[in-house]
């Protein structure tokens, strides 16, 4: 698949807006038929005496002879200000800036531009000058940090055109104090229409997949006599979970303006975080071999609670971020300072969390190898047949819980990289790898297989192997037979590879 995402700078243009009621009705061009007419620098500003009030910044999406599509899934912008060092007009220290921007879109070079969104927004200012600041450092631009400008949830137009004003009010203080800005530059993140491709492809591919073993493994567990038991019940739900993340509900978006399916995204992946670190707790809680009393959800309290109020926690940060952009598309909640604070703190402590859960988790998977290695040195007392089958699913547990462990690491790593918006890659000669879309892509398939995997793994067998199995009084050639077959059962038990390290299995 190609990159991800991709970048592309826009460099505004300086229009004159000369009306004296600046009403939300004109918009201005920055070329084209209907282009405003423009100022090279605010020097030429000052000798025609136009004021800061009169002077709107324009940018076009996209650049000239292209067009937005709406395989481009979301559009994120961020500004760079071009702040220049003068004597009289010094950038204070936290400074302010205010913006009066406005979004519209067309479909048409020679529709009417339709507003999508208008707000007045604050950002603050931090940047730094590496030089003295004397007469000859006149000139010379700040080094400023890249300030959130917009995000929205889709991209269902084919034109898009932003203007920002600057409004002064030296009586309000607005706007004053914040340097000589000689230039508003915006990059914009979009969704690459390629990757897309590629992910609504897996997507429908992997949903009938996953839906066919789930009712295939559901089937197998009512034909049992007794009821299911709490591990098989956690494997359904995290069919379910996966399922749901499955679904392309995305092909949508293609031909409708939903910009609620960023957040709509999130939400489904948070359900599938939390089900599969719960699930990974019971799993290993489920076979260990300890007196606890398990087979109960009550049982998995100290461990799963947790889990479920972190999840909430980072929705209700996603509802203050994405929530509101779906009403200001503006909005960021790193532009306070409490916001900022906040959403780093999110950040931090769940990043910490999932490494302290991850330890946690081997923890667990120590000691259930530890109890494991325990049964096996009861192994050589067995009969021959009998000794071959319990190596063979002793062999395919240990097997399971590594990819287990595995599949855990991953999912941490792929957590944490996919909280930052920068792309890279590794290069090998003139080979190029998109590690982010791999990346993507693979974890994706893993978690894909991985329930697969336990689904077929856990099914209980409606096969019925007579009492001479058990007693291991079978030859060679069926012992060798039965080491291959993943879980044999008898009708009405679980399968072997829980009993074997459950309190059943210690005698």
Known sequence: APSPTTAVPYMSVKCIDVRKNHHKTKWLMPWGPNHCEKLKDFEEAVSRQIEANDIVFA????????????WFQFMLFIMQLDIAFKMDNDLKENAEITLDVSLAYRDDMFDDWEEIAHAIEIRKLKCTFGSPKTLESEGRHYDCDFLPFMEIGSVAHKYYLINIRLPVNERKGINVGIGEIKDIRLVGIHQNGG?????FAMKTFLTPSILIIMVWYWRRITLMTRPPVLLEKVIFALGISMTFINIPVEWFSIGFDWTWMLLFGDIRQGIFYAMLLSFWIIFCGEHM?????????????KQVGPIAVGSFCLF?????????????????IWTTEVGTELAMAFIIVAGICLCLYFLFLCFMVFQVFRNISGKQSSLPAMSKARRLHYEGLIFRFKFLMLITLACAAMTVIFFIVSQQVTEGHWKWGDITIQVNSAFFTGIYGMWNLYVFALMFLYAPSHKNYGEDQSNGDLGVNSGEELQLTTTITHVDSPTEVYKLARKEAQE
């Open 195 to 199: 990757f897309t491709k590629v992910w």
């Open 289 to 301: 071999m300890d007196q606890n009393e398990r087979n109960r959800l009550s049982g998995y309290w």
């Open 316 to 332: 209700i940060f996603d509802m203050c971020e994405r929530g509101v952009q779906l009403k200001n598309p503006f909005y960021s």
């Open 59 to 70: 940018v076009h999406i996209p650049l000239p002879s292209k067009e937005m599509s709406p």
